[in-house]
């Protein structure tokens, strides 16, 4: 894991309380938004980390070939369409 620091939110909750007890926290929507982020980015690295966990050492693609694969590598369909022209 890297030594660089996680740059957490910081949060300005307004408290709720009812009947004398913590009942709800208002948060302003901008630190909602940003937590609701980090929350999300943590959840993929749990994930990333379960899946490499899990990794057999198979057969693996890197991001160009799936591109190529799907189509969807400009510079593999400017080649075809250059080819395509020129008969």
Do not use: C, W
Request: positive net charge; glycine residues 4%.
């Amino acid at each position: 894991m890297s030594n660089r620091k996680l740059a957490l939110v910081k949060l300005h909750p307004e408290i709720l309380r009812k009947n004398g007890r913590n009942e709800f926290v208002v948060l302003p929507y901008e630190e909602f938004v940003a937590m609701k982020e980090q929350l999300e980015d943590a959840l993929d690295l749990v994930d990333l980390r379960r899946a490499m966990a899990e990794d057999d050492g198979g057969p693996s693609l890197s991001i160009e070939e799936v591109k190529t694969q799907l189509g969807l590598n400009p510079k593999r369909r400017q080649r075809k369409a250059r080819r395509y022209r020129s008969t």
